[in-house]
């Protein structure tokens, strides 16, 4: 059976430009861990599409190791990470944080559309007993951008959000495992969404949109960057063949790659969306701003979705989550909702 893909952008394939630049990169030989021109080029591309002179990036091969290794490198094993209570980081990545950091817990804060809110966040940082040893000291701050709901923070809520918490002298991580589809939501640049807003370590996500176990952690901030050095090598993420991994990145931050293929994952989004919102029966439980929906449908429906081949995830009882990739195509749109709509 002719199936459509679905239930997850991490189930799509690594995209052509993606898989030229690994064979590009495999002539002759190099020093190993990272001290090849490849990497030390993908230096150079960082700084330039970030707009910083001074970014360090350290390539790792999952979201969840540039999460628990951007954190560790900002929060003492006494500390906490303040997150909305919907967050990758502390729901889907087994307390890895709280290992690679040493113990360190996660915090949740509360807010409408999976978005820590303003005044959720004073009131936790205000609930914090800050120097008493009995209390997790917070001193991170970290965004799911987009979030794991498919909503966005905007530039400004960003930059709201990390002034609160600079004023507890917290630093900020932007988990940006799907980064690149927030980007091209905003229409804004990758330094405005970042540096500029407050954020001081980002995990740029390559998988989810055409990598190969491709992720890096980018770093504004010297000092976390210095530990990130000792610490993505006790954690085994220092590859040996890491000019792969750097390749993969440089293709992807070059000509726009990220973008295009994000931009085709959101495109076919709105598409799925424009369709499902006409069809009897289904009910929308967001409205997308990336490539991730959730809808509410009758469980023989759902089930008759799945046995005419359509790939999705149930959610919970009547609940599916929809996820388009980089290469889902228009015409893979239109069987969907032709399915869905039968
Ligand atoms: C928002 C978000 N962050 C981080 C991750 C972790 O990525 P990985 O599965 O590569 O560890 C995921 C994976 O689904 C994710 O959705």
Redesign the pocket.
Known sequence: MDVIELR???AAGAAPEILESIVAANTGTAIAYGADDVTARLHDVVREVFEHDDARVFPV???????ALALSALVPPWGAVLCHET???IN??GG?TSLLAGGAVMRGVAGDDFRMSPEHLRRTLASVGWGDPHSSQPTALSF?????RGTIYTVDQIAELTAIAGEYELRAHL????IANALVALGCSPADMTWRAGIDVV?L?A??NGGL?A?AIVVFDDDAAEELVYRTKRSGHVTSKMRFQSAQLIAYLTDDLWRRLAGNSNERMRELTRGLAQIDGVELLNRPDVNMVFARLAEDHIDRLEAAGLLFYRMGPGVIRLVTNWSTTPDEIERALEIIAA
Do not use: C, F, L, V
């Open positions: 997850s952008d991490n091969t999952s979201g969840t190791a540039a999460n967050a990758h980081i889907s990545e890895a799911t951008q987009p979030t794991d988990d940006g495992a799907r995990s996500g998988t989810k176990s992720e």
